[in-house]
């Protein structure tokens, strides 16, 4: 194609012009079709007034109404995606010169994203973070922090998961039981699911905790997570339950599947030898299983600008998302948590 014909193609089908480049950048075809039916939507939507109004001349008004007509249609979080979609497109326009300005970009500044910074929170670096964990010596303890801030698993879930959600490539000792067959073809990942529920049975044992996922999630597992699971599958305790507790208790309970209140308790003894604990304390002093949460949250979303990967993760998308961000593992989840993720050096 000559220079002319794609310059030509670039003004009269902006839309069409990127969903190219995108393909020619190696992005799979499930992509580019979620990508061409966000854009497009926008684009009928800018036809639909009274003047039609050229997605190169949208106004940041032309987007927030947009945004808004989608409320009532979509979850949040959907409407969060649409959003960062649009934005990436104008943002590419732009530095390709074909146009002047990003309209998006005020209004996903502006927008109530429904995974936030929380200001009002005790803010910690990785490096301090590094040094808390190294504080953390015992196996169980430190596969239960590791996980909680690799993962930015809710603390429920955490203790919900059976060795049959985790496949570990390399998986040293462990106790003879199959992977879920979700993890086939998914090394050095870990499967959270969406149905365990608190007084419910899930995989042949009555659960204390509940998941709150909105749909099942891979989480991939990288070296240093991998190496402190290893460890600790190489000594974990035999347990009486048929389910085969990932984490289960070294003390009073031996054997037992870790509760939420165990989890905190232990959490809450190191943060209190660190001086991020204190009685009367509140969310935005104290360190706890949640705060970790908020750590990955935080930390992964500023290293990667990528909001819809973090949203997936913590499990808050929906099915059109995850979809989007899951049909080959490796394309994108994968990708982008192995290239972002923090060093907890552990």
């Known amino acids: 194609m000559s220079s002319d014909a794609a310059d030509a193609t670039d003004e009269e089908d902006p839309i069409a012009y990127f ?34 109004v050229p997605v190169a001349e949208a106004s940041h008004r032309d987007c927030m109404a947009y945004v808004h007509g989608l409320r009532g249609e979509k979850s949040e979080s959907t409407i969060a995606t649409y959003a960062s979609y649009l934005h990436r497109f104008f943002a590419y326009m732009i530095q390709v010169g074909t146009f002047e300005s990003n309209p998006m970009a005020l209004v996903v500044k502006e927008m109530d994203e429904s995974i936030n910074t929380d200001p009002t929170r005790r803010e910690i670096g990785v490096a301090p973070m590094r040094e808390f964990v190294a504080t953390v010596r015992h196996p169980l303890e430190r596969a239960v922090v590791v996980t909680l ?54 995989n042949g044992e009555e659960r204390t905790a509940s998941n709150k996922r909105k ?49 905190h308790h232990l959490v809450e003894t190191h943060a209190r030898d660190r001086g991020w604990y204190r009685d009367g304390g509140g969310a935005e002093e104290n360190v706890t299983p949640h705060y970790f949460r908020h750590f990955f949250t935080t930390h992964l979303r500023d290293r990667t600008g990528d909001r819809g990967v973090v949203k997936y993760l913590r499990g808050d998308v929906a099915q059109d998302v995850i979809d989007t961000y899951t049909h080959d593992w490796g394309d994108r989840v994968r990708d982008v948590y192995e290239a972002n993720i923090y060093s907890l050096r552990v």
């Open 19 to 52: 969903l190219d480049d995108i393909t020619y950048h190696g992005k799979s075809d499930r992509t580019r079709a979620f990508y061409e039916r966000v854009l497009r939507d926008f684009e009928a939507f800018l036809t639909e007034g009274s003047r039609p």
């Open 149 to 202: 801030l690799k993962t930015g698993m809710r603390v429920g879930e955490l203790c919900n998961l059976d060795v049959r959600d985790v496949h570990l490539e390399t998986p040293g000792p462990r106790p003879d039981v199959p992977v879920r067959a979700g993890l086939d073809g998914r090394p050095d990942s870990l499967y959270v699911s969406a149905s365990p529920s608190r007084g419910q049975v899930s």
């Open 215 to 263: 749909r099942d999630t891979t989480i991939p597992i990288d070296g240093e997570l991998a190496r402190v699971l290893r460890y600790w599958l190489a000594i974990r305790p035999d347990t009486r339950s048929s389910a085969t507790p990932l984490f289960v208790s070294t003390s009073g309970e031996w054997g037992a599947r870790l509760t939420p209140d165990m989890v």
